[in-house]
């Protein structure tokens, strides 16, 4: 096991086996081969894309509204037929890159089977410890969750909804997973972001995670405020990268933000490290 | 003006006009397709890759004592024939990844010809200012050097020679390059990568970089040590911000070491920089 093997397991997709979506001559999206027929049925929403490569949004959706409603009607269909499961009634923004303007938006629980890129937040809480060396905060993710229950997990980590800042996102999701006060929270810094195309059942999510570190002091206790979290425990940073480098018990995307935490505070090199260049590049694929 | 200009500029090789390079069953290289039919025109040495795509050593040579002699008795021809400038008597290790076998070692003169990766160290110096902000020093090159002459550079920087550990090297750069002591520079840490793909009038850098960071005491002073560098200058890091996204007086990828250094100090972030996302995936195209 090695840390390479983290990076794979989040880029576990075949990507010949996409083929692009196009919305507004953007592609926003990856439909697997086997599912382009079902959704060039509702023809009146998917067509092949001008470039013969791929699906496009009918030119006859003219803006973001009618998009929205269009694709709405096509996903609400295919969880009629069962082929999306776990409808949350959450909309995804949809755009070509998060900087980018919303092109449509799309139900959360259809967004993998899209291919549509989601956006999201994961910090680590560390500690500073007397000898130098840091202790890391690590999650474990309640044991009845949906996804990847009694994972490991960053310290702190939500998808990052439409119109909040990615800031304001990290500190209230500080306050609702870990009881840390808003005040505490504010001190976190954005510290890069890490990418990857994972395949999953339900499609594949090419998601962007923006990293963010927080320094908390030793006294500090976090503790689980809203079920998510089974429990936290605070485990020095060296035991923490044994576990990432030899287990798969963190949760997959979890994994390269610690990974990137692990580089970036310099506690693997390029001496000690014979995949070192491999694993940085690694952390950004597909970004 | 913005940080994307800069990793643009790095990244400024149109990949389409070059073919790759293999040996011994590995890609080694990029040779632009000009320059194809004149390393083939050595066939003993340079000979159509099996794949079909781009060139590959003769199967005669063996080895890489074999592969290192044919291949320079190439560049010395192209040196005479004043193709290849600027010889040097240095040879970089040839291998298809940092931590991989040598294949062979070339001419540094003759590695852009080829598009060889080279490594080497960046390291940022920086300072914390009693307001909790941070001042890093910076390097004016040489005015008579013969690359990037008065280009703005990180405090140390150097080529990675075969042989000797990347700490190691640092080190050294660091007394050679800015007159810092072993046991100070000894508390540099290894940080991540940048890597880019570059075109000069040479031929292709396909190069990586290992980046360090330094905190210095406010009292060190730096100085010129052997005539690569014209001055230092320890300037606030917002400054140093704005001197690399307005302008082009930093070397190529001196901005991108810097670039990554205000990544993983939050001194830009997701919510003020609408490229953020594509800034951090840009700064290691193609490691």
New interface residues.
Partial sequence: MAFLDRIAACNNADMDAYVPLHAFGRRIGWVRRDRVDRLAAHDDVFVPAASGEGLALAPGLADTAAATAAVDRVLRALAEAGEITAWRGERYRVAE???GPELLAVERAGASYLGIRS?GVHMNGYVRRPDGGLDLWIAERAHDKPTYPGELDNMVAGGQPAGL????NLVKECAEEAAIPPDLAAHA?????I?YRHALPAGLKPD?M?CY?LELPAAFEPHAADGEVHRFMRLPAEEVLALVRDTARFKFNCALCLIDFF????L????DE?????I??G??RN?
Wanted: negative net charge; glycine residues 18%; charged residues 30%.
């Fill in positions: 890159r998060f900087g956006w800042g990615v800031m304001e810094r954005p510290v890069g972001t990418a962007e923006f570190d580089v970036r505070h310099g693997i090199g390029p001496d014979p995949d070192y260049a491999e940085c590049a952390l950004r970004g």
